[in-house]
C-alpha cells in the first residue's frame, strides 16, 4: 500500500475543515510551507467577509503572550456563530516563558476543554517538542488535529500537477508534459502551481497542456536543454552528451545558474530511479513498485521504470556523489570553470 503523502492529508483536512466534523483545535506544521500557506486560506474562508473585523483574528507567536492569546481564544463570536484564530510561529511564544504574559504551559488546560465557538488553528514549519508538555497536549488531546506537512516525493509531482491543473484551472495536462514540467521546476510546489498557472493562462483557448507548450511557457525555446541531456546520458553516448552540454552553456546567460539548476534536475530523476531500484531489489513486483510510491499514471511510471533499467542500484552511490561535488563546486567550493564541472560531471555518471 501507499504511504499516504501530503497530498492526501491536505485533500482530507479540505474537506474536515469545511464539515461539521471538524475539531476546535489544530496544529499544521512540516517542511510543505505551501499546504500549510493554502489551509490557512481555507481557514481563513470560514469566516464570511462582512465578519472579519469582529470574529477573524491572524496572530504570530512573536507578538503575542501565551495570556493574550488565551483572553482571544476564549472569548465568543460577535453576532456569529463561531470566531477563528489563526496563530504562525507557534514556537515564538517560547520567548514569554520567562517574562510577564504567562507561559507556553498555560494552554495545556485550554486543550483539554478549548471554547467550542472558536476554531484555533497554530501553524508552524516545527512542532513543538515531544518531550515538553504542550507538545504532548497538542499530539494526544482528542480535540486536536495535529498534522504533518512532509515535503511532496518527486516521483508524486507529475500526478499532483495533473490533479492541480485539472481542479483548479479545468486544464487536462498530458503525463508527458507533467513530467517536463515537474523535472524542470522541481519540488517547490509554490513555483510548479506558480508554472502551472502561466501554462494555463498560456493555453486559454485549449483544453489539453502538451510538452510544447511546457517549453513555451518556462523557456525551453533553444535547440538543446537538459532533457535532451539527459537521454544522452541515458544512452550512455558521452560525444553527444558533452556536446550537448556545451551547446547549453554557449547559449545560457549565466552558466554557473545554468549547472546548478541542471545538477537539481538530474537530482531529481536519480531520486526516482533510486526509490524504483530500491524497491525492486526487495523484490517488489513492477505493480507493488507503483503501488508503493502511490503513483496513478501509468504511462508516467512506467517511463521511470525505464529510466530506472539503464542503471544499477549500486552505482546511485557514486551518481550522487557526483551530483554533490557538481553542486559545490558550481556554488564556490571549486577553481573550476562552469564547462569543467559540467563536463566532469557528465563523464562521472557515464563512466
Not at 286 to 313: C, E, H, M, P
Not at 324 to 343: E, V
Amino acid at each position: 500500500m501507499a504511504k499516504n503523502t501530503s497530498i492526501e492529508l491536505y485533500s482530507q483536512l479540505l474537506s474536515e475543515l469545511r464539515s461539521e466534523e471538524r475539531k476546535p483545535v489544530y496544529f499544521f506544521y512540516g517542511e510543505e510551507e505551501f499546504f500549510l500557506d493554502k489551509l490557512q486560506q481555507v481557514v481563513e474562508s470560514l469566516v464570511p467577509e462582512d465578519q472579519k473585523d469582529f470574529n477573524y483574528d491572524l496572530l504570530y507567536g512573536r507578538d503575542i503572550s501565551p495570556e493574550k492569546l488565551l483572553s482571544i481564544i476564549r472569548s465568543y463570536p460577535m453576532m456569529a456563530e463561531q470566531r477563528v484564530v489563526i496563530l504562525r510561529d507557534f514556537k515564538k511564544l517560547n520567548e514569554y516563558a520567562d517574562g510577564y504574559g504567562g507561559k507556553v504551559n498555560d494552554l495545556l488546560p485550554y486543550l483539554d476543554n478549548p471554547n467550542p465557538t472558536t476554531l484555533f488553528v497554530c501553524i508552524d514549519t516545527k512542532k513543538p517538542s515531544g518531550r515538553s508538555k504542550i507538545g504532548k497536549a497538542f499530539k494526544k488531546s482528542s480535540h486536536v488535529g495535529f498534522h504533518e506537512f512532509e515535503e511532496v516525493p518527486d516521483y508524486r509531482l507529475p500526478d499532483w500537477i495533473i490533479s492541480w491543473a485539472k481542479k483548479h484551472h479545468n486544464k487536462t495536462i498530458q503525463p508527458p508534459a507533467a513530467q517536463m514540467l515537474a523535472q524542470f521546476v522541481g519540488n517547490s510546489l509554490q513555483l510548479l502551481s506558480t508554472e502551472i498557472d502561466k501554462v494555463c493562462t498560456f493555453v486559454d483557448t485549449s483544453d489539453t497542456i502538451k510538452e510544447s507548450d511546457i517549453k513555451k511557457i518556462i523557456g525551453l525555446y533553444r535547440e538543446y536543454s537538459v532533457f535532451e541531456l539527459k537521454d544522452a546520458l541515458f544512452e550512455r553516448n558521452l560525444d553527444k552528451a558533452l556536446f550537448i552540454a556545451e551547446q547549453m552553456l554557449q547559449h545560457s546567460k549565466a552558466n554557473t545558474g545554468e549547472i546548478i539548476r541542471s545538477v537539481g534536475f538530474f537530482y531529481n530523476v536519480f531520486s526516482n530511479i533510486w526509490q524504483i531500484q530500491r524497491l525492486s531489489a526487495q523484490g517488489n513486483s513492477k505493480k507493488q513498485v507503483q503501488n508503493t510510491l502511490g503513483i496513478s499514471n501509468s504511462w508516467y511510471f512506467n517511463k521511470l521504470w525505464k529510466d530506472a533499467s539503464r542503471f544499477k542500484l549500486s552505482e546511485m552511490p557514486r551518481i550522487f556523489e557526483t551530483l554533490l561535488d557538481a553542486d559545490r563546486a558550481a556554488k564556490g567550493f571549486s577553481k573550476m570553470n562552469p564547462s569543467t564541472i559540467l563536463l566532469l560531471m557528465i563523464k562521472r555518471i557515464i563512466n
